[in-house]
Structures are given as C-alpha cells and as structure tokens.
C-alpha cells in the first residue's frame, strides 16, 4: 500500500528554489509538516515565522537524522546542492556535498521507509557527445562539470534505491531558474536573475556569457507547479522516475536584454565572458521533455514576455519603496 505524504523535511530551504518551494508545500500540506533545514543562512522572516526551521548538514547522516526523528519525516525534498559555479571552483565539496548529501537522504527515506523522496537533478547532466538542440530525454549524460558529474551519479543512485529497495524517488531535470525572492547561489544561469536587479536598480548589466548564448530557464511558478505535480503524480504512472527534464522557455542572452529593453527603454547590456561561458557552452539549448508531459502532464505557463513582465513589475515596486 502506497503511503500518503504527511510530514515533509526541506534540505536546502534557504535556496533559491527552497525557499519558496517551502513556503508552497505548507500551504498544500500544512505549516507545521513542512519542515525547513538550511546549513548557515539565515531563513527570511516568511520562512521562519511560517513553520519548524533548523540548521543541519546534510553531509551528516546524524544530523539529518535527528530533525527526522523529532518531527516523524516520512518524506524528504532534497533541495540541498553547490551549483556548477561554485562546484567548478571547489569540486571535492562539490562531489561531498552534493553526494553524501543524497546517500544520506536516501538511506534514512530506505530505513524509516518514507512514502517519498524527491531530489532534483539539473540540466548540467548533458555534455559531451550529444546534440544540444532538442537533446532527448534519454540519451548520452556526458557532463564536463563536477556539478553535472554529481547530478547523473544522483540520478543513477536514486533510481538503484527505485529498483532495489522499492523506495518511491523523484526527481526532475531543472532548466535555469529566474526568481524575484531569493538570489541563486553560485551556477550559470545566474546572469538571468542578475540581469533583472541590475536592469532596475542601474538600468545596466554586464552579462557572463555572450550574446548569443542560448540556455533552457524557467519562472518559479512554472518550477514549483513542475516539483509539486511531479510529487502528486501517482507512482504506477511514472516510467522514469529520477530524470525528468521539464522544459520552460529557450532564449538567447540578447533575447532577455531586448525583451527587458521594451519595459526599460534605456536598459544598456554589456557581455564579458568568464569561466562559465564553456559550462553554457555544453549545455542543451533547447530540450525535449515528453517524458514529463506524457507520464505526469508536465506544461509550463509562462513565456519569455509574461515571465519579464512579471520579474520587473515585483522588482520595480521592490525598489521604489526602497527594498532591493
Ligand atoms: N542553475 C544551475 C546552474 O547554473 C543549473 O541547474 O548551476
């Protein structure tokens, strides 16, 4: 018999995407069986005044395994991770963090048998070998980041716990997540959140990649109605279970700057190329996610024009009272 998700643990709450997927799951399940878990951040005031928040290291097994105990876990969101950036720059924390982070969740949802467990995967699993323009679903994970190396181990590891202890894993291939709530910490697609604050606060930016630069992204309603969906979708009808690739919205770096041009008319974009050009550079630009729309009903709402208009009516009225 399938068990019923109950009390959810949220590593990573503070993240970019933790902390306002946090904030959802305790509207659908109720505040206090949303548990949020961070490493050194300070929660926002929305995050710790709606619920249970603790600090943890998800490298330590105990850890984690105390706030299970004392809260009666019987689901884990591992949003926990270091992204491509910040990985590049430090890889053994990199592979530590973001592996013993994931065998640790995924032993403790196995010994207290969880009704479920949802860790993310990223679209830095593509690589080498393998076309970058509609890139299956299914096909060669070559990546040339640590970050890729340890989101296709990931992916692997929680469909082994699928197949060889029955445990009930998800997950699903996130594109560059754009948000208005909570900077991204450190990955490639940072310069698409960045591009909006410095677009409204200095009506210029200096872009990390070039121009012509084209990467899947995503607005945070369509990637928290994505986690979510993938969550309630029934386990009989999935297929694939821990690679997901859930598609959004494609566009060129110039493509973003001219579409904030139309609200921001002297908006002015440079483009100096770092470190992080060549990780985009082995990314899909566009992607095939039929998988996601077949077996759980996957279709994104926003595109490149309501997702801008969106970012800056937020981060407009942000800065006019004086708050960004
Ligand atoms: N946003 C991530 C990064 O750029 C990709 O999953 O590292």
């Given at each position: 018999?399938?068990?019923?998700?109950?009390?959810i643990l949220v590593t990573g709450a503070v993240g970019q995407i933790g902390s306002e997927l946090t904030l959802a799951l305790r509207e659908k399940y109720g505040?206090?069986?949303?548990?949020?878990?961070?490493?050194?951040?300070?929660?926002?005031?929305?995050?710790?005044?709606?619920?249970?928040?603790?600090?943890?290291?998800?490298?330590?097994?105990?850890?984690?395994?105390?706030?299970?105990?004392?809260?009666?876990?019987?689901?884990?969101?591992?949003?926990?991770?270091?992204?491509?950036?910040?990985?590049?720059?430090?890889?053994?924390?990199?592979?530590?963090?973001?592996?013993?982070?994931?065998?640790?969740?995924?032993?403790?949802a196995r010994d207290y048998e969880m009704a479920q467990v949802l860790v993310p995967s990223s679209i830095a699993v593509f690589g080498k070998g393998v076309s970058?323009?509609?890139?299956?679903?299914?096909?060669?994970?070559?990546?040339?980041?640590?970050?890729?190396?340890?989101?296709?181990?990931?992916?692997?590891?929680?469909?082994?716990?699928?197949?060889?202890?029955?445990?009930?894993?998800?997950?699903?291939?996130?594109?560059?997540?754009?948000?208005?709530?909570?900077?991204?910490?450190?990955?490639?697609?940072?310069?698409?959140?960045?591009?909006?604050?410095?677009?409204?606060?200095?009506?210029?930016?200096?872009?990390?990649?070039?121009?012509?630069?084209?990467?899947?992204?995503?607005?945070?309603?369509?990637?928290?109605?994505?986690?979510?969906?993938?969550?309630?979708?029934?386990?009989?009808?999935?297929?694939?279970?821990?690679?997901?690739?859930?598609?959004?919205?494609?566009?060129?770096?110039?493509?973003?700057?001219?579409?904030?041009?139309?609200?921001?008319?002297?908006?002015?974009?440079?483009?100096?190329?770092?470190?992080?050009?060549?990780?985009?550079?082995?990314?899909?630009?566009?992607?095939?996610?039929?998988?996601?729309?077949?077996?759980?009903?996957?279709?994104?709402?926003?595109?490149?024009?309501?997702?801008?208009?969106?970012?800056?009516?937020?981060?407009?009225?942000?800065?006019?009272?004086?708050?960004?």
């Amino acid at each position: 018999m399938k068990k019923e998700i109950q009390k959810i643990l949220v590593t990573g709450a503070v993240g970019q995407i933790g902390s306002e997927l946090t904030l959802a799951l305790r509207e659908k399940y109720g505040s206090d069986n949303v548990v949020a878990t961070g490493r050194k951040t300070e929660p926002s005031p929305a995050l710790r005044d709606s619920g249970p928040f603790y600090f943890i290291d998800v490298m330590s097994r105990e850890s984690v395994e105390e706030v299970v105990k004392k809260h009666d876990i019987d689901t884990i969101v591992h949003m926990a991770a270091l992204l491509s950036g910040v990985g590049e720059k430090n890889p053994e924390l990199c592979w530590k963090v973001n592996m013993d982070g994931t065998m640790n969740v995924l032993n403790i949802a196995r010994d207290y048998e969880m009704a479920q467990v949802l860790v993310p995967s990223s679209i830095a699993v593509f690589g080498k070998g393998v076309s970058l323009d509609n890139t299956p679903n299914d096909t060669v994970l070559k990546p040339t980041t640590m970050y890729g190396v340890t989101k296709v181990c990931g992916e692997l590891l929680c469909d082994y716990y699928v197949d060889k202890f029955g445990l009930d894993v998800r997950g699903l291939r996130y594109p560059g997540i754009i948000s208005a709530e909570t900077l991204p910490g450190g990955g490639t697609t940072d310069y698409a959140v960045a591009i909006f604050y410095d677009a409204v606060k200095y009506g210029k930016y200096t872009c990390f990649v070039r121009e012509d630069t084209m990467l899947p992204m995503m607005y945070m309603p369509d990637c928290i109605k994505a986690t979510m969906d993938l969550m309630a979708a029934p386990f009989d009808s999935l297929k694939h279970h821990s690679d997901f690739t859930v598609d959004g919205i494609s566009f060129t770096a110039k493509e973003l700057a001219d579409e904030i041009k139309k609200h921001l008319p002297h908006f002015e974009c440079a483009y100096e190329p770092d470190f992080r050009q060549a990780i985009a550079d082995s990314w899909p630009n566009t992607w095939d996610d039929t998988p996601a729309r077949e077996e759980w009903g996957w279709k994104p709402a926003y595109d490149l024009a309501s997702m801008t208009k969106d970012m800056l009516d937020i981060l407009s009225k942000r800065h006019a009272a004086g708050k960004l």
